[in-house]
């Protein structure tokens, strides 16, 4: 659920603005739900050493569905999002896996994210409409007479795994929740492809998880759990 590996760094002279301004607090669940709404959209998302980040315009065409019906879906979308099964999530909203993932596409598109490919900014925004208390800062930008709103996140950080994973498990890891192939890991670690088959599925087994959602569902619950979680 991350975007490809060219996406990693800021692309834009607004994106390298908006990674490292600092800027005034943002409410990020609110933020979730006005994307949802079609109050804003997304048109460039990214990462930099410390910060995920994305930069938004208002299209002026609020999204002509009922409020129940968008809530749904946001509902839906960021349970998906941040590790939940497909298939559990089909069996709770009665609906088939197909449908959820066309719901999936359709609202993430809609919301100016790729799919299935999603950045983990997007994720981190559906976590923080789950409950979680993310720390998040925008900054409006104009250029060319044009002016957008750019928000920035922490990047997760898999130290709170350090207890449990190596170093070079935890570098994989992190490429692996960015959205590279083995292959890509393999090219960036500078290892085989088969190394890096036997270091995923020895972090699998450390933690506990079965695929690439589990890791990072464990991850958001650890370092951003909402009230319900920490009680």
């Given amino acids: 659920m991350a975007p490809p590996p060219n996406h990693r760094r800021p692309a834009s002279a607004q994106a390298d603005q908006s990674a490292g301004a ?12 006005d994307l949802g709404q079609g109050r804003y959209r997304c048109i460039e998302a990214g990462e930099s050493a410390e910060f995920l980040f994305a930069i938004f315009e208002e299209p002026g065409r609020p999204v002509a569905q009922d409020a129940a019906h968008i809530a749904r879906n946001l509902s839906i979308v960021a349970r998906v999002l941040t590790g939940e099964s497909t298939k559990i999530m089909a069996f709770d909203e009665q609906m088939s896996s197909p449908a959820i993932s066309l719901v999936m596409k359709r609202t993430l598109q809609a919301m100016g994210f790729e ?55 935890r570098a994989v890891v992190q490429l692996l929740l960015e959205g590279r192939s083995n292959e890509e890991i393999s090219s960036a670690r500078h290892t085989s492809q088969r190394t890096i088959a036997n270091q995923i599925r020895a972090a699998y087994s450390k933690l506990g998880v ?11 619950r650890e370092q951003h759990p909402t009230a319900e979680e920490k009680a």
Wanted: charged content about 25%; glycine content about 8%; overall charge positive.
């Fill in 210 to 220: 079965r695929g690439r959602g589990e890791v990072l569902h464990r991850l958001l």
């Fill in 22 to 33: 600092r800027g005034n607090p943002v409410d990020l669940a609110k933020l979730w739900r």
């Fill in 115 to 169: 799919f299935p490919r999603t950045p983990l900014f997007a994720v981190m925004a559906a976590r923080a409409f789950q409950g979680a208390k993310i720390p998040a800062e925008s900054v409006v930008l104009t250029q060319d007479g044009a002016t957008r709103l750019g928000v920035k996140v922490p990047r997760p950080n898999l130290e709170v795994f350090a207890a449990f994973l190596s170093p070079a498990e």
